[in-house]
Protein backbone atom coordinates (compact mmCIF):
# COMPACT_ATOMS: atom_id res chain seq x y z
CA UNK A 1 0.00 0.00 0.00
CA UNK A 2 1.69 3.30 -1.09
CA UNK A 3 1.98 5.76 1.38
CA UNK A 4 2.86 9.95 1.46
CA UNK A 5 4.65 11.83 4.13
CA UNK A 6 5.16 15.15 4.45
CA UNK A 7 7.62 16.99 6.28
CA UNK A 8 9.22 20.27 6.85
CA UNK A 9 6.24 22.64 8.22
CA UNK A 10 6.88 24.84 11.87
CA UNK A 11 6.56 27.71 13.15
CA UNK A 12 8.15 30.84 10.81
CA UNK A 13 7.94 34.56 11.28
CA UNK A 14 6.27 36.44 8.95
CA UNK A 15 7.95 37.40 5.59
CA UNK A 16 9.89 34.15 6.44
CA UNK A 17 10.02 30.71 4.22
CA UNK A 18 9.99 26.80 4.68
CA UNK A 19 10.49 23.93 2.09
CA UNK A 20 7.95 21.30 2.50
CA UNK A 21 9.06 17.98 1.33
CA UNK A 22 6.85 14.72 0.44
CA UNK A 23 8.10 11.21 0.43
CA UNK A 24 6.57 8.30 -0.81
CA UNK A 25 7.22 4.92 -0.50
CA UNK A 26 5.37 1.54 -1.58
CA UNK A 27 5.21 3.21 -5.06
CA UNK A 28 7.25 4.91 -7.83
CA UNK A 29 6.59 8.70 -7.40
CA UNK A 30 8.27 9.23 -10.80
CA UNK A 31 4.53 7.91 -12.25
CA UNK A 32 2.55 10.33 -10.76
CA UNK A 33 1.98 13.84 -10.85
CA UNK A 34 1.53 15.31 -7.30
CA UNK A 35 -0.55 18.20 -5.63
CA UNK A 36 -0.05 20.44 -2.71
CA UNK A 37 -3.11 21.24 -1.00
CA UNK A 38 -3.46 23.05 2.18
CA UNK A 39 -6.57 23.81 5.24
CA UNK A 40 -6.77 26.47 7.02
CA UNK A 41 -8.97 25.83 10.70
CA UNK A 42 -12.63 26.36 9.29
CA UNK A 43 -11.88 26.62 6.15
CA UNK A 44 -12.11 24.06 2.89
CA UNK A 45 -9.10 22.58 1.74
CA UNK A 46 -7.38 24.56 -1.45
CA UNK A 47 -5.59 23.70 -4.26
CA UNK A 48 -1.63 25.28 -4.58
CA UNK A 49 -0.24 23.25 -6.95
CA UNK A 50 -0.03 20.04 -9.21
CA UNK A 51 3.17 19.22 -10.81
CA UNK A 52 3.35 16.52 -13.65
CA UNK A 53 5.53 13.62 -13.01
CA UNK A 54 7.68 14.47 -15.70
CA UNK A 55 7.94 17.72 -14.35
CA UNK A 56 7.27 19.77 -17.78
CA UNK A 57 4.15 20.89 -16.35
CA UNK A 58 3.37 22.84 -13.40
CA UNK A 59 -0.07 24.14 -12.63
CA UNK A 60 -0.63 26.87 -10.04
CA UNK A 61 -3.52 28.49 -7.87
CA UNK A 62 -3.68 32.39 -9.41
CA UNK A 63 -3.34 33.39 -5.67
CA UNK A 64 -0.22 31.10 -4.63
CA UNK A 65 2.07 31.25 -7.90
CA UNK A 66 4.33 34.35 -7.19
CA UNK A 67 5.27 33.01 -3.69
CA UNK A 68 5.06 29.03 -3.63
CA UNK A 69 7.12 26.99 -5.97
CA UNK A 70 6.63 23.35 -6.27
CA UNK A 71 9.50 21.00 -7.52
CA UNK A 72 10.75 17.27 -7.31
CA UNK A 73 13.67 14.45 -7.18
CA UNK A 74 12.10 11.12 -8.78
CA UNK A 75 15.51 9.36 -7.85
CA UNK A 76 14.71 10.88 -4.09
CA UNK A 77 11.06 9.41 -4.46
CA UNK A 78 10.12 13.16 -3.25
CA UNK A 79 8.46 16.53 -4.31
CA UNK A 80 9.07 19.71 -2.63
CA UNK A 81 7.27 22.63 -2.30
CA UNK A 82 9.24 26.17 -1.62
CA UNK A 83 7.07 28.86 0.33
CA UNK A 84 8.47 32.29 0.24
CA UNK A 85 7.09 35.75 2.42
CA UNK A 86 5.02 33.74 4.20
CA UNK A 87 2.21 35.34 5.62
CA UNK A 88 -0.29 34.51 8.77
CA UNK A 89 -2.97 33.86 6.44
CA UNK A 90 -1.03 30.76 4.83
CA UNK A 91 -1.20 29.01 8.58
CA UNK A 92 -2.81 25.60 7.56
CA UNK A 93 -2.16 22.00 7.28
CA UNK A 94 0.04 21.16 4.21
CA UNK A 95 -0.67 18.00 2.32
CA UNK A 96 0.29 16.45 -0.85
CA UNK A 97 -1.47 13.81 -3.26
CA UNK A 98 -0.39 11.72 -5.73
CA UNK A 99 -2.64 10.54 -9.13
CA UNK A 100 -1.13 8.37 -12.13
CA UNK A 101 -3.52 9.59 -14.41
CA UNK A 102 -4.05 13.67 -13.70
CA UNK A 103 -2.38 16.26 -12.54
CA UNK A 104 -5.12 19.02 -11.26
CA UNK A 105 -5.05 21.83 -8.89
CA UNK A 106 -8.25 20.64 -7.30
CA UNK A 107 -8.49 18.66 -3.79
CA UNK A 108 -11.84 17.13 -4.58
CA UNK A 109 -10.27 15.16 -7.64
CA UNK A 110 -10.22 10.79 -6.99
CA UNK A 111 -6.05 11.31 -5.97
CA UNK A 112 -4.53 8.18 -5.58
CA UNK A 113 -3.02 8.51 -2.41
CA UNK A 114 -2.97 11.46 0.32
CA UNK A 115 -0.18 12.20 2.82
CA UNK A 116 -1.79 13.13 6.63
CA UNK A 117 -0.04 16.83 6.41
CA UNK A 118 2.08 18.92 7.82
CA UNK A 119 1.37 21.96 9.98
CA UNK A 120 3.03 25.49 8.67
CA UNK A 121 2.35 28.30 11.79
CA UNK A 122 3.26 31.85 10.60
CA UNK A 123 3.13 34.46 13.79
CA UNK A 124 5.40 36.49 15.30
Known amino acids: QGQLVESGGGLVQPGGSLRLSCEAS????????IGWFRQAPGKEREGIAC????????YYQDAMKDRFTASRDNAKNTVYLQMDNLKPEDTAVYYC?????????????????WGQGTQVTVSS
Open 26 to 33: GFALAYYA
Open 51 to 58: ISSDEQMT
Open 97 to 113: AADYRHCMVQPQAPWDH
